[in-house]
């Protein structure tokens, strides 16, 4: 049975950071691509930032120079470096895991900036 832990969301300032991590046990197919995506409310989901299994990275623009996105292959662990947080970044954070078979979820981390 395949499990994602998302953790590291809270409450945080604006200018500040957060390191939001996803990890992925169970999985026995080859992970293609993992990724952040992040939901306010009353608004559609939407990508943050993705990286391939060749550690291509791609970011929307709202967050590019602030995100950065990294994995664990040993660890099946993607990462979401936030810094200069902004209080329209406040939303709830998923972890998204593609593999050659099928898409896993993780079940969301709330960000919250404000002062």
């Known amino acids: 049975q395949v499990h994602l832990v998302e953790s590291g969301g809270g409450l945080v300032q604006p200018g500040g950071s957060l390191r939001l991590s996803c990890a992925a046990s169970g999985i026995i197919y080859r992970i293609v691509t993992m990724g952040w995506y992040r939901q306010a409310p009353g608004k559609q989901r939407e990508l943050v930032a993705s990286?391939?299994?060749?550690?291509?990275?791609s970011y929307t623009d709202s967050v590019k120079g602030r995100f950065t996105i990294s994995r664990d292959n040993t660890k099946n662990t993607v990462y979401l470096q936030m810094n200069s947080l902004k209080p329209e970044d406040t939303a709830v954070y998923y972890c998204k895991i593609v593999t050659i078979v099928r898409t896993y979820w993780g079940q969301g981390t709330q960000v919250t900036v404000s002062s």
């Open positions: 990286i391939s299994s060749g550690d291509i990275t």
